[in-house]
């Protein structure tokens, strides 16, 4: 994919999912949250230079520690989104000033990982990114669904994250 492609992707895909996340919205707990993901994680796996073959190493310890990263920041921000019950019976999510600082240090961790690998002269693929997105959306979708679903079967009427 070429790499102005790769990063318009990543671009638009981070701004709106942010903006989503700071909007209100009614969960739906049966929608395909994991399209988004899926498409993006194979976009970034046909990509041949998500390894640095030079430096298959140190490229695969970056891209590992990468992915455990977005693992658990992923986790950390489906942890920080306010999930409430509305009048009407539906459940609602809004991120919160928490939600902005998880996202944030999701973007100062990859930024570290690049300039270590910037450091160890290893070529980093714009597609580790995409594939850490994917990783990074599809956590914390599954985070947040299933804090609906076990609020929604616990009968809570507020669930504060």
Do not use: K, Y
Not at 95 to 103: D, H, K, N, P, Q
Not at 130 to 154: D, I, P, Q, T, Y
Request: proline share 2%; aromatic share 6%; net charge positive.
């Amino acid at each position: 994919m070429p790499a102005l492609v790769d990063v318009v992707v990543i671009i638009a895909v981070a701004v709106l999912v942010v903006r989503r996340q700071m909007r209100a919205r009614r969960l739906d707990t049966e929608r395909r949250f994991w399209v988004l993901p899926l498409v993006l994680g194979g976009l970034a796996l046909r990509d041949p230079a998500l390894v640095d073959h030079a430096h298959p190493v140190a490229s695969v310890a970056l891209l590992a520690g990468g992915l455990l990263a977005v693992l658990a920041t992923g986790c950390v921000w489906g942890w920080t989104v306010r999930i409430w019950r509305a009048e009407d019976g539906g459940l609602w999510a809004r991120g919160t000033r928490a939600t902005v600082a998880a996202w944030s240090g999701t973007v100062v961790v990859r930024l570290g990982l690049f300039g270590v690998g910037a450091a160890l002269h290893v070529h980093q693929s714009r597609s580790s990114l995409l594939l850490g997105l994917a990783v990074l959306l599809l956590v914390r979708s599954l985070v947040v669904n299933w804090r609906a679903r076990v609020s929604e079967g616990a009968g809570r009427t507020v669930v504060a994250g």
